[in-house]
Nanobody, 127 residues
Framework: QVQLVESGGGAVQPGGSLRLSCAASGLTLDLYAIGWFRQAPGKEREWVSYISSKDDSTYYADSVKGRFTISKDNDKNTMYLQMSGLKPEDTAVYYC????????????????????WGQGTQVTVSS
């Protein structure tokens, strides 16, 4: 049984930092394209960052570039999202994801039946 379990969310003041973790079981993250998405109230789920399964290249949405860092630990079968310089507009539920078809465009992951999702973790940035 595949499970992706996120942790590390919480409330933080603007400018603060958080590190999200996503522990996987039932699949080997190193064999998948993996990424982080977020969904704010009333908005669609959007991609934040991902790691290519082809060559481990990392990609970031413009809104988080330079502030967020995605990484993975193959030995722990866990991915991470280090977030710094947090802004109120970063407030959302954050989801980790693993995509079986590494060549699939990231924006298509949300509706793809071959995407595995975590349960989500809330990040709130507020003063």
């Amino acid at each position: 049984q595949v499970q992706l379990v996120e942790s590390g969310g919480g409330a933080v003041q603007p400018g603060g930092s958080l590190r999200l973790s996503c522990a996987a079981s039932g699949l080997t993250l190193d064999l998948y394209a993996i990424g982080w998405f977020r969904q704010a109230p009333g908005k669609e789920r959007e991609w934040v960052s991902y790691i290519s399964s082809k060559d481990d290249s990392t990609y970031y949405a413009d809104s988080v570039k330079g502030r967020f860092t995605i990484s993975k630990d193959n030995d722990k079968n866990t991915m991470y999202l280090q977030m710094s310089g947090l802004k109120p507009e970063d407030t959302a539920v954050y989801y980790c994801a693993a995509q079986q078809h590494g060549g699939l465009l990231i924006k298509l992951w949300v509706r793809s039946p071959t995407t595995w999702w975590g349960q989500g973790t809330q990040v709130t940035v507020s003063s």
